[in-house]
């Protein structure tokens, strides 16, 4: 009888705080892409009509639900097994990025892989794979997560095999700072030595330096994010035009917003609205007030989700 099959039945009691967050967030977020899907769709379409960014998000949030439902039925101890081959469809997909054809190449970066009429980014099943596989890799080590020699070495190891994946193969820097900071994160509960914790963030540190200043297009968007240059009349012409239109919507959106639908930002002259620029839509539209509240929101999540941990039954879970 293995390990999973002796551990008892046990009831479980859903966290309805967290849940009421993720739900909130879930449909701001939809009733935000309803209000500018049609401006959106018509730059890109020519159709005023079409609710295709609202559709697409739609559909995304359908699949996390019935994920959702799909996983509240699965007991934690099974991924166990299955977490090693999450991480293994992981590396298959990013390696698969090199193959010509099958790779999207956006903005400096190589991120998505092209099956027909399905797009799938492999870093997002890579971060799943890893939160897995490295839960079983703590709980396995939990004798030896504190030597040098045998938890962080091999730790520091793993890290650099899946940055250079991400960072070089990908040219994808913002999501290895997310890997990168989960994996240290889980590392310290599990039971790392503060000073090791500082010898990883020193040596983290020098390697993004590094991957930062090797290439160009990167160093510019540091230098632009310290810098942007906003009261500069010709900002819309450089690097600066970006953060700027962000900030500019945050900051048009006064005390309670312009209201819904009623955003001006969406109209053309901020980039990527529907994607990493939402923020600033949000703020335009619902105010400091609103966009405060979605800031609340995730807080709680993070709050509710700190909790479920410290309270985990084992290394695995928590």
């Known amino acids: 009888m293995n390990q999973s099959e002796q551990l008892p039945a046990r009831t479980h009691k859903p966290d309805y705080i967290l849940a009421i967050a993720v739900i909130v967030l879930l449909v701001v ?63 298959v997909m990013t390696v698969a990025l090199l193959v010509p054809g099958l790779s999207q190449h956006t903005n400096g970066a190589t991120r998505w892989l092209n099956l027909g009429p399905l797009s799938i980014q492999p870093a997002e099943v890579l971060k799943l794979g890893i939160v897995l596989y490295l839960a079983l890799w703590l709980e396995r080590r939990k004798d030896e997560l504190k030597s040098l020699a045998d938890g962080i070495m091999p730790f520091l190891i793993m890290t650099g095999v899946i940055g250079f994946a991400v960072v070089v193969m990908q040219r994808d820097m913002g999501t290895m700072l997310v890997l990168g900071a989960v994996m240290l994160g889980m590392y310290y509960v599990a039971g790392m030595r503060r000073r090791h914790l500082l010898a990883v963030v020193a040596t983290a540190g020098v390697a993004g330096w590094l991957a930062i200043t090797m290439f160009p297009h990167r160093m510019e968007r540091v230098v632009t994010f310290l810098n942007p240059r906003c009261d500069d009349p010709t900002y819309a012409l450089n690097d600066s035009h970006h953060i700027c239109q962000a900030l500019l919507g945050v900051g048009s959106g006064g005390f309670f917003g312009v209201g819904l639908g009623h955003s001006i930002q969406v109209y053309g002259y901020l980039p990527e609205a529907a994607n990493d620029s939402i923020f600033s839509v949000v703020a335009e539209e619902f105010g400091l007030v609103g966009a405060s509240l979605i800031v609340v929101l995730f807080m709680v999540v993070a709050w509710r989700s700190f909790a479920i941990a410290r309270w985990a039954p084992d290394i695995l879970e928590g």
Do not use: C, H, T
């Open 29 to 91: 977020g939809l009733v935000v892409m309803y209000s500018i899907s049609p401006i959106l769709s018509y730059k890109q379409l020519g159709d005023v009509e079409s609710n295709r960014f609202f559709g697409k998000q739609a559909l995304v949030a359908l699949g996390g639900i019935s994920a959702l439902v799909l996983m509240s039925y699965i007991r934690y101890d099974r991924w166990r097994r299955w977490g090693q081959w999450v991480l293994l469809a992981a590396g």
